[in-house]
DNA sequence: GAGTGGTCTAGACCACGAG
DNA sequence: TCGTGGTCTAGACCACTCA
């Protein structure tokens, strides 16, 4: 399973994860510093940078400029649940987790416009969500209202960091179809800032559109999710009908 | 938008960029050597190649060991629709493009045992599927299929290259549900070897596991989706019925 | 064999964090 | 201020591709 490539930085990232794995290094520990640990493999401290930042992509080992590297704790993951079968409510996808908002008025630039299916620069609103949990960036969600379509403004959003569930986004009354679309890459150099996390972490990127009964786009959101603490869920029941419908297709 | 950093990568990678989008190198043609390139803009190669690696995470660059540089000309992205709605086949997920497969018979490992809920050496049957648009593969799924649930055995699995939308996987009577937890992460060695991706270019991870009427779990899939060249759907429709629940709850 | 990218070195110097 | 990681250099040598 392991083994594969055995370049210098690959051997000394498998020996340090090993030391992780095997409790020798303990989580949220400091590792020895790189001039150490470059002596101790009799490697140039740009190798033994290399192999550190493959343990920094798996999510191992976090570095802090003029601090050190830390071998990170095991995050607890959260879990962004997909689908249109639980309230239109956006909180409650990370249920236990508090959040911080922020709204903005904006005029729409052109990708969201093409998003939302309206004219560009029309008046919509913006609200900036980051769920953490310890100070721990979780996610990041941007959430557009059209102000033309939103039946009910969004009630008491402050910044409290403490604030928990609270019905954002109204459910619009004719409200049929979500549509979620995923993507995995690298964190823009603004997203792994304000999420704290590595450039080389990958992130989800989700897109997520709600549809009303006519076609209108009610609502947009974009979701930033680090690969190490979020993780994406969707469950589908197939009804009776739909179960027999599929029969009739495969016969 | 752009500017945030500016260590001398940063403003080379973003000249290229500008270069590559400006269609002064064009898709599929090959850079000025990295010596070149590194004289051009008068850093070490290192540096320079240091700036190439940021594009080659954004899939800007594909770089070939003893060949050279790349501009990627832009994949056509394939979609994994998401959900049951679709039949049981799993090539259906991927319609129009063709696949290759191979079938193994296996002792279930630990984490397929879990995962399946199933005893650890149960037999299963491992499929592995590639799929691939012009000898460019687009995604890698294993799937894993109790020998004593399915009720059909696979048709006709070959390793033909040019199959199609075969229907592999039978559908169990009782299908009722259909879980899926997405992820995004670096590729494995292994992965990036199959795919013929780069190891600094994420890959979504998706685990289905679908589950019979009677709880039972009925098959399980791994699957691997290079970001540059496959992304994930879902479409959720809101019932009548579930809708007046959203909005019972909502009050 | 000529030319390409891949790995690695042994430094220098800069930027950041904590005491 | 001191020790840390971050950036960069100017090479050497290896591994690969292609003619």
New binding site residues.
Partial sequence: MTAS?S????VIADDLRRQISSGHFKADER??????LATHY?????????A?ALLQGEGLVE???????FVRGPLRKITYTGGAATSASWTAYFAPIPMTARTTSIEAPSHLATLLNVPPRSRLTELLYLAHEEKVPHGLAYIYVLDSVASVTPPAVTTSPEQRSAPIVAPCPALVEVQERISARLPTEEEAMTLRISVSLAVLSLTRVVTDFYGRVVDAALLVLPSDRADVLFTTSLSIEERTQVHDRER
Same sequence: chains 1, 2.
């Fill in positions: 490539v370049t210098r930085r690959h590792l020895p510093s790189e001039a150490q009799t490697v140039s401290t740009s190798t033994l940078r290399s550190l570095k802090i400029h003029g601090d050190g590297n």
